[in-house]
């Protein structure tokens, strides 16, 4: 199977967030990016189905800043190659519906029998790219996938909803898949590979296309929320603590 | 430009799910500022019956087939966007969850209607408030005109608003598009491990994260939920790790949980968590993290690592309860 | 000519040949390792040779075995004479080896000595089968038993020889007093006639010489091995700092090691020269804490793989077919060496302590080789998740506490006045922090107690605040080597952009990184050439030179723990001693005191990993050392994370009424305060 990764680079949440000057968008200028949570999921998935079934995987980044390492680092894991595609107004920020339009483009390209990315971003305020890039390709979408398999000539899918229910589909390729959790935690790498690819490696370079940046409501103000409504700090060292707690919990007829 | 207002009803396995009760307090509020009609959209086959809670809204219009029985992404989404087409409401309000994300993004492509995702607050007055960044950003702005499409999340609108025990006049309807040659189908369900103990059921959870450190350090836990009379539920990090199983999760893909006391120890509070435990009555929050979301809605807040607390809270409860 | 002397001769020549084979098989498989560094340093080599091996000097850390060993060893020598006297009268009835065969004295020497031998090996014996101490646990019992019969043996037999030889008035040694237990020896046997003392001679003098031909023969395939091997092991061992790990090795695309060959032949001549006694085994952390690994067990480990795949590379691998099984070569091909002879769980088990090769006598290393197969593992993904978690966030924020960089410094918010940056303007000493002194919540006041009696000693000190990455040494020792270096680079980075003329630092982890990982070779590859001190050093030399001024003495009674990085590894013992004599204290040693102290089980980035495993922490082992020293008050630590583990420790140990758990600098600020 040949199997396209989108990733998409977000704003890590280690670092204090804060406003930029417009006031309606995140300030960029010394925000650390770091590759979505679940696109890392996705990629360990396609790779798995890489080591189970053969194939490829590529994996695709729109160059948001801070890319290089984390194609490097895919590249180490074991992807076959990887696409940056470049864009003018791309480290600004690109809403999701941009980005699928610049993804649907630059997929036109490409052969692949699946698509796997994370089911959703930590920074998603309109929909999430896989969906979107899935009805721009016109194809299947299945999102909040736990596992991969390949079944009869197609794939099997188990999708998770609430209370830890799972469902089983199947789901004609080609298709798009929006991965919560691989089926094992993303591997590790050892920086010896991620240097070593650094040096032997090379990124392919797209240009962007013109995006079709409609579906992203307009915002009127992006903020940091009050910390107005605070819990109330219990002080003290362990042991006050642990009896003001315990003074709490019989007020509350806790330890009836 | 319509006034109208659709909730997209999420059932499961005959029942429906409370996010959409909150669809139908948000809905609600947005269409009597809009002046407009509040419909509940019903696929399923045979399913009528589960308008029997759906109350709030003026109307549900339900469309029955085989293929609706179970949600699938190819004949719900191709079902809704050829209905809201046609009926071009001012808003259809779907889950930001497993169901809802599945379908929004594509309808929004399909009909070319824009998506605001992840949307806590909504009303006519004020628009939409988004949340994003892990709870840390919040974005607002004007509900796109003339139509548009919102998944919401919990946390601004009250279930309990939403529901209300009558069923509305309910309009029956064709699938407007053939759903056959459907590319995605459902095979089957698996049912999380059964057994052990319900955390929904339990009036006090004592709940670990991130912040545990060690698959080692759960035995503390299980300890001082033990001297508490509880049980031990967790948040998402735990459950991928293995060490406890999904039974035990709170949040947006685990449990609701409502006990009265929910000691959060070392979980951040996340949206996704929060989801799962947002009702409960009192929510005591354990974190060395001082900029951690949870310290935003827990009633109390501890700055201390949970590892040291948890031994000596646990001999102090024993303590108190004699013995 | 007679039987007996070609008898002699063909039993001699056949042991002979048949040892001669032996040793030349192992020495074949020697040659599959890897080449090591080139041998210098002759003098010093010579001089630590006569110290450890004729010395014997590591034995006596275990008293009494110590002193039987170092008797057999010495008998051995000694009597090595008496063995050729014996193998060649045998070929030559009548022979006598010239000087050696009749030095008065030496006779007499030797004489003593079989006596002390056959002590020691009564000793040993009753050690083996009576006491039967935890560190032969896994040892070859029956090999051990037999060979201490053996020597009994050849000891009575030399006697008796000699004694008969002394009665007839045969013997070469004249006069009799140079021989006193020879010649007591053949008087119990006076009153058997002469051809009953000829019968009785020829007898002891067939088992003399077959036992000694037959342990002969036996050495190369055990234990004993060590009597041939030691001398070249030590002599030709590793003289780099043990703090500083060899290279990765790498073969082709593969890093570590995979395939026992690819080993050097140095570690090699070290597994053929482990007698199995289990000093390593007996202090080793892991090991007491209930854990898969024993040092002892990982050499004995490997040392049989190497014969057994060195046979079968050899033998070549046979094709399986449908009608004959895969030859026990195949099998032995396929095992692996990581996971089917040593298990994962025995390789993440250590703490990098250095415990075991401090302790062992023959010198034998036994970090470096497991380093070198985590090197293999990390390459696998075969490492538990929480070390993977704390990899990634080293790698991405370079602490393990998986913290901005910008938040390194935040300690230093509140110091009046303010910490120099010494990235804007030069200081005298340039102050390495440390990942768990900067970002540990509970280790903050130390760290600021720590730049408040900095300031009191009147040293001009700055940090590198953001610049600051994890020296790397504890990620060295999981192996993951590539990130070792990007950390190393980077810190070097923003050391040579600064203005210093020494570099201190509170953490024991990061003293041995800056002092013997970040230069290779005698050159400073990028390393500022600059003293790098532990604040317990500095301290030293502050109250020595009076720069700072102790106000009042504390009286306490305390016992210190030496840290595994600042002890065993630095030979940094007395400095801190000093500091807290000067400022009052009684330091009660532990029974485990300097290069024996247990290591807290933190280090070797176990801190990082999962411990469901461990039955006994050490430290709560080394906190009830502690508590039995009856008049002691105050464990105190050098070490932040030493700090971390017995602050824990005195709590799941229930200590805490018992034993104050203090960094050294807690003490010295108190002692600090006017009356």
């Known amino acids: 199977m040949d199997i396209l990764v989108p990733i998409k680079l977000v704003p890590d949440l280690v670092e204090e967030l804060e406003i930029a000057a417009n006031g309606v968008a995140l300030d960029r200028r010394f925000m650390r990016l770091i590759p979505s949570e679940q696109d890392d999921h996705a990629l360990e998935e396609a790779l798995l189905l890489k080591e189970r079934h053969g194939g490829s995987v590529t994996v695709i980044t729109l160059d948001t800043g801070d890319t290089d390492d984390t194609l490097y680092t895919a590249i180490a894991k074991g992807a076959d190659r990887a696409i940056k595609v470049t864009g003018e107004s791309f480290d600004e920020g690109v809403t999701n519906h941009a980005a699928s339009s610049v993804l649907q483009a630059a997929a036109k390209d490409l052969t692949f029998d699946l698509i796997l990315t994370g089911a959703q971003a930590t920074d998603d305020l309109d929909g999430s790219t896989g969906p979107l890039l899935a009805a721009r390709l016109g194809l299947p979408f299945v999102g909040y996938v736990l596992a991969v398999s390949q079944e009869d000539g197609g794939i099997v899918v188990r999708k998770e909803y609430p209370g830890g229910l799972v469902a089983e589909m199947t789901v004609d390729l080609p298709a798009v898949l929006g991965i919560s959790a691989a089926e094992k935690p993303p591997r590790y790498v050892v920086t010896a590979k991620v240097m070593e690819a650094m040096k032997t490696a090379t990124i392919e370079e797209v240009a962007a296309g013109d995006a079709d940046a409609q579906g992203a409501a307009e915002l009127a103000r992006m903020y940091l929320p009050e910390s107005g409504e605070r819990a109330e700090m219990i002080e003290g060292g362990v042991d006050q603590v642990a009896d003001a707690l315990v003074a709490l919990f019989g007020k509350r007829g806790l330890l009836g | 430009m319509s006034k109208d207002v659709w909730v997209v009803v999420e059932s499961l396995r005959g029942e429906v799910l409370e996010n959409t009760y909150t669809m139908l307090a948000a809905g609600r509020t947005l269409a009597d500022g809009l002046g407009g009609k509040l419909t509940a959209l019903l696929l399923g086959s045979k399913a009528e019956g589960l308008a029997g809670t759906l109350g709030v809204a003026d109307g549900v219009t339900y469309v029955d087939h085989p293929a609706l029985a179970d949600f699938t992404p190819d004949a719900y989404r191709r079902t809704i966007s050829a209905l809201v087409k046609e009926a071009a409401p001012r808003a259809v309000l779907m889950g930001h969850s497993s169901m809802g994300m599945d379908v929004a993004s594509g309808i929004s492509i399909d009909l070319g209607l824009p998506l605001v995702s992840a949307c806590q607050t909504l009303s006519a007055a004020a628009g939409f408030v988004s949340v994003t960044c892990g709870g840390k950003v919040l974005a607002e702005g004007k509900l796109p005109e003339p139509a548009c499409l919102v998944t919401l999340v919990p946390g601004g609108h009250k279930p309990q608003d939403g529901r209300k025990d009558a069923a509305p006049p309910v309009a029956r309807v064709q699938p407007p598009v053939p759903l056959d040659d459907l590319k995605t189908k459902l095979k089957g369900y698996i049912e999380p491990e059964a057994g052990g103990i319900d955390i929904t059921k339990e009036s006090i959870l004592v709940s670990v994260g991130r912040g545990i450190g060690q698959q080692d350090n759960l035995k503390l836990a299980e300890e001082l939920a033990a001297a508490l009379g509880g049980a031990v539920s967790a948040s998402r990090p735990i459950v991928d790790q293995g060490w406890l199983p999904t039974s035990r999760l709170v949040g947006k893909s685990g449990k609701s949980v409502k006990p009265r006391l929910y000691l959060a120890l070392g979980i951040s509070g996340a949206p996704e968590h929060h989801e799962g435990m947002s009702d409960a009555e009192c929510i005591v929050a354990v974190n060395t993290d001082e900029k951690a979301p949870i310290l935003d809605y827990a009633q109390y807040g501890v700055m201390e690592d949970a590892l040291k607390l948890m031994p000596v809270l646990t001999a102090r409860v024993k303590q108190a309860k004699g013995g | ?675």
């Open chain 3, 1 to 675: 000519m007679p039987i007996e002397p070609l008898l002699v001769l063909a039993v001699f020549l056949a042991a002979l040949g048949l040892f001669g084979f032996r040793v030349y098989r192992r020495l074949e498989h020697m040659r599959l390792g890897q080449p090591a560094e080139s041998i210098g340093q002759w003098r010093q080599r010579i001089w630590l040779w006569l110290v450890y091996v004729f010395g014997q000097r590591r034995l006596f850390r275990f008293a009494r075995p110590g002193v039987a060993h170092f008797f057999v060893f010495w008998g051995f020598l000694l009597l090595l004479p008496t063995i050729a006297q014996a193998i060649l009268e045998g070929v030559w009835p009548g022979f006598v080896l010239p000087f050696l065969g009749t030095f008065g004295p030496l006779a007499l020497v030797q004489d003593l000595i079989a006596v002390a031998v056959a002590i020691a090996v009564v000793y040993d014996l009753y050690m083996r089968l009576i006491v039967k101490p935890e560190r032969y646990k896994g040892s070859h019992k029956t090999e051990g038993v037999v060979v201490l019969f053996f020597i009994l043996t050849i000891m009575i037999s030399l006697l008796v020889m000699n004694g008969i030889k002394r009665e007839q008035g045969d013997s070469p040694i004249e006069p009799a007093y140079w021989q006193p237990v020879s010649a007591f020896v053949g008087s119990l046997l006076a009153g058997l006639s002469t051809s009953a003392q000829d019968m009785v001679a020829r007898v002891a003098y067939w088992v003399h010489l077959s036992v000694v031909l037959l342990f002969l023969t036996m050495l190369p395939g055990g234990k004993h091995f060590h009597v041939v091997t030691s001398m070249f092991n030590v002599f030709l061992r590793d003289l780099e700092p043990p703090g500083k790990l060899p290279p990765a090795p790498q073969f082709g695309d593969q890093t570590g090691v995979k395939n026992v060959e690819q080993f050097s032949w140095r570690a090699m001549l070290n597994w053929y020269s482990c007698t199995e006694c289990g000093r390593c085994q007996d202090v080793c952390p892991a090991y007491a804490s209930g854990l898969e690994l024993s040092p002892k067990l990982l050499i004995m480990g490997l040392r049989a793989h190497l014969y057994e795949r060195g046979t079968a590379l050899k033998a070549g691998p046979a094709k399986a077919s449908a009608d004959a099984p895969a030859s026990a070569a195949t099998a032995v091909l396929e095992k692996e060496l990581t996971g089917d002879v040593i298990s994962d769980a025995a390789l993440w088990a250590c703490t990098t302590c250095y415990a075991c090769d401090q302790e062992c006598p023959l010198f034998i290393e036994h970090v470096d080789p497991i380093v070198d197969m985590r090197r293999y593992l990390l390459t696998q993904q075969r490492a538990d998740a929480t070390l993977v978690d704390a990899l990634m966030n080293l790698r991405r924020y370079g602490n393990s506490f998986g913290q901005s960089e910008r938040r390194r410094a935040m300690w230093t918010a509140d110091m009046a006045p303010p910490v120099k940056d010494i990235r804007r303007e030069p200081a005298h000493t340039l102050w390495f922090v440390g990942d768990y002194a900067s970002y540990s919540p509970t280790l903050t006041a130390v760290t600021q107690a720590t730049a408040r009696v900095f300031q009191k000693a009147g040293v001009d000190f700055g940090l590198l605040y953001e610049a600051e990455r994890n020296t790397g040494n504890d990620v060295r020792r999981t192996g993951e080597e590539g990130l070792f270096e990007l950390l190393a680079t980077k810190n070097k980075m923003a050391l040579n952009g600064c203005e210093f003329q020494e570099i201190v630092t509170t953490d024991p982890h990061t003293y041995n990184a800056l002092k013997n990982e970040y230069r290779s070779d005698g050159d400073s590859d990028g390393m500022p050439a600059v003293p790098i001190l532990h604040y317990t050093e500095l301290l030293d030399r502050a109250i020595t030179s009076g720069q700072l001024p102790i106000g009042r003495q504390l009286g306490y009674t305390v016992t210190y723990h030496d840290p595994c990085y600042l002890g065993r590894y630095n030979g940094v013992y007395d400095a801190p001693r000093r500091v807290l004599e000067a400022i009052g204290c009684r330091v009660v040693e532990m029974p485990r005191n300097r290069d024996r102290s247990l290591c807290c089980g933190a280090g070797g980035g176990r801190i990082w990993m999962d411990e469901s495993a461990v039955q006994e922490r050490p430290s709560e082992n080394r906190i009830r050392e502690a508590a039995e020293l009856s008049d002691v008050g105050y464990f105190v630590v050098a070490c932040p994370k030493d700090l971390t583990m017995y602050r824990d420790a005195v709590k799941t140990a229930g200590q805490e009424d018992r034993l104050a758990v203090k960094d050294l600098i807690e003490l010295v600020e108190e002692a600090l305060e006017q009356t």
